[in-house]
């Protein structure tokens, strides 16, 4: 089971970017996939997270109606758009899988991470 994420970069306040998250490993079930980050200083945080068969999302209240959240199960890839970014978005990013859990947001249900990609939102 293996996730590998990418996309990070720096960015200016208000722009855009795409995070992705390639999922191998799975192959008879498909998990739930969670995005997470952590700043300099502080705890890892709750993003964003798609159910299995990609029917149903949440999002942290910090995030909800500029980032999205997508899956390609065919292409075994889920993506976090993030728009209109801010500096307090700059972290490191981990996109993680969770078996037992179709929507959770703690981190202590999922079993599977990533390596991170950092994103810094900076001019």
């Known amino acids: 089971v293996q996730l590998q994420a990418s996309g990070g970069g720096l960015v200016q306040p208000g722009g855009s970017l795409r995070l992705s998250c390639a999922v191998t490993g799975f192959t008879l079930d498909r998990p739930a996939i969670g995005w997470f980050r952590q700043a300099p200083g502080k705890e890892r945080e709750f993003v964003a997270v798609?159910?299995?068969?990609?029917?149903?999302?949440e999002y942290s209240d910090s995030v909800k109606g500029r980032f999205t959240i997508s899956r390609d199960n065919a292409e075994n890839m889920v993506s976090l758009q993030m728009n209109s970014l801010k500096p307090e978005d700059t972290a490191v990013y981990y996109c993680a899988a969770s078996r037992e859990f179709s929507l959770s947001m703690s981190s202590y249900d999922y079993n599977y991470w990533g390596q991170g990609t950092l994103v810094t939102v900076s001019s």
């Open positions: 798609i159910s299995g068969h990609g029917r149903n999302t």
